[in-house]
């Protein structure tokens, strides 16, 4: 079968498409055709061994997809050949087939296509996330959005607008905030030829935002936590922009400011009752309609491309590959 292999650590243009034997499902797990895979910014962390966990080589590059179940190991209960399904893996789902922990697949929730369901989990539950659990945001609550033409920053602003939140969505250009009014942003700040600081301030009639969501990092985070209003929570979600920013700690004291972090790894183990409870919330959101950007669905070949534009902050929403594609 076809899978994107990192064969030695390094940038997108060093992965390569190869030919690896089919899995086999071992006890408690299970193979999946995979139907579609999304492209996420920490893959390319992987790729580049940049990432908190270190990744043997050589490897298949990926971690969320959707597909079919193929077949089953000893165990496995709760799925059978045949089920759509969606997923989690570390590694392994830029591939025609993955095999999986039972326990690392999902049914795929009515309405959302194969396309719509990888490109759904890992970002929707960031956002959520972020926002509800580590943000608290509340409703009428001013939520500022860092990154936010990205496959995390667009699942924010889609789901903080839903929640009620105020949402100022900051990103690179004009064009990418144009995309985020569309999901529901109130205001737009073009970060790269705007002072951040200020205009949150104008934006915000001088309050300052209650709720900070950055994955971006670098100098935008001093510069966004310098226009928080007293008390207000930022999360630390990334650091997109390859830079871990340094945060002047009398801000955070004479702001009441809260800084906290989010790594959704590591969330089931610390809080297994928030995941369960955003579940829930993820669900009825989308039986309300909400449905993921998906910008760009391109072959299986394409994933170097795909996560070159992910590295440089250019991909506008998810982008989607197809291993069923032929390669253009």
Same mark, same amino acid.
């Given at each position: 079968?076809?899978?994107?292999?990192?064969?030695?650590?390094?940038?997108?243009?060093?992965?390569?498409?190869?030919?690896?034997?089919?899995?086999?499902?071992?006890?408690?797990?299970?193979?999946?055709?995979?139907?579609?895979?999304?492209?996420?910014?920490?893959?390319?962390?992987?790729?580049?061994?940049?990432?908190?966990?270190?990744?043997?080589?050589?490897?298949?590059?990926?971690?969320?997809?959707?597909?079919?179940?193929?077949?089953?190991?000893?165990?496995?209960?709760?799925?059978?050949?045949?089920?759509?399904?969606?997923?989690?893996?570390?590694?392994?789902?830029?591939?025609?087939?993955?095999?999986?922990?039972?326990?690392?697949?999902?049914?795929?929730?009515?309405?959302?296509?194969?396309?719509?369901?990888?490109?759904?989990?890992?970002?929707?539950?960031?956002?959520?996330?972020?926002?509800?659990?580590?943000?608290?945001?509340?409703?009428?609550?001013?939520? +500022?959005?860092?990154?936010?033409? =990205? *496959?995390?920053?667009?699942?924010?602003?889609?789901? !903080?607008?839903?929640? @009620? $939140? #105020?949402?100022?969505?900051?990103?690179?250009?004009?064009?990418?905030?144009?995309?985020?009014?569309?999901?529901?942003?109130?205001?737009?700040?073009?970060?790269?030829?705007?002072?951040?600081?200020?205009?949150?301030?104008?934006?915000?009639?001088?309050?300052?935002?209650? +709720?900070?969501?950055?994955?971006? =990092? *670098?100098?935008?985070?001093?510069?966004?936590?310098? !226009?928080?209003?007293? @008390? $207000? #929570?930022?999360?630390?979600?990334?650091?997109?922009?390859?830079?871990?920013?340094?945060?002047?700690?009398?801000?955070?004291?004479?702001?009441?400011?809260?800084?906290?972090?989010?790594?959704?790894?590591?969330?089931?183990?610390?809080?297994?009752?928030?995941?369960?409870?955003?579940?829930?919330?993820?669900?009825?959101?989308?039986?309300?309609?909400?449905?993921?950007?998906?910008?760009?669905?391109?072959?299986?070949?394409?994933?170097?491309?795909?996560?070159?534009?992910?590295?440089?902050?250019?991909?506008?929403?998810?982008?989607?590959?197809?291993?069923?594609?032929?390669?253009?």
């Amino acid at each position: 079968m076809r899978a994107v292999r990192c064969e030695a650590y390094g940038g997108p243009e060093t992965l390569n498409v190869r030919d690896i034997p089919v899995p086999v499902a071992g006890p408690r797990q299970v193979v999946v055709r995979v139907e579609a895979a999304a492209v996420n910014y920490p893959d390319v962390l992987v790729a580049a061994d940049h990432y908190q966990v270190s990744v043997p080589t050589p490897f298949t590059v990926g971690s969320e997809f959707a597909g079919t179940v193929l077949s089953v190991g000893p165990g496995v209960r709760a799925v059978a050949p045949g089920d759509p399904v969606a997923g989690v893996s570390f590694t392994g789902a830029f591939a025609e087939k993955i095999a999986v922990p039972e326990s690392a697949l999902s049914p795929i929730p009515h309405g959302l296509s194969m396309i719509q369901a990888a490109a759904f989990g890992v970002t929707y539950r960031t956002a959520y996330h972020s926002l509800v659990t580590i943000g608290e945001m509340r409703p009428g609550d001013s939520v +500022v959005v860092l990154g936010a033409a =990205g *496959g995390v920053g667009t699942a924010c602003v889609d789901i !903080a607008t839903r929640l @009620g $939140g #105020r949402v100022i969505a900051a990103a690179a250009s004009e064009a990418r905030i144009e995309l985020c009014r569309r999901l529901g942003a109130v205001a737009g700040i073009a970060y790269e030829h705007e002072d951040l600081k200020e205009r949150i301030k104008v934006i915000t009639g001088g309050r300052g935002a209650d +709720v900070i969501i950055d994955p971006v =990092g *670098g100098a935008y985070a001093e510069q966004s936590i310098r !226009a928080i209003a007293w @008390g $207000g #929570r930022y999360v630390c979600v990334g650091f997109a922009n390859g830079e871990i920013p340094r945060i002047p700690m009398n801000l955070v004291l004479l702001k009441g400011a809260i800084l906290r972090g989010f790594e959704i790894r590591t969330l089931a183990e610390h809080r297994p009752d928030a995941v369960a409870e955003g579940k829930k919330a993820i669900a009825r959101l989308i039986s309300e309609g909400m449905r993921p950007h998906v910008s760009e669905v391109w072959p299986l070949e394409d994933a170097p491309r795909a996560l070159a534009l992910m590295q440089d902050r250019a991909a506008h929403g998810k982008i989607v590959l197809d291993p069923t594609m032929r390669p253009r």
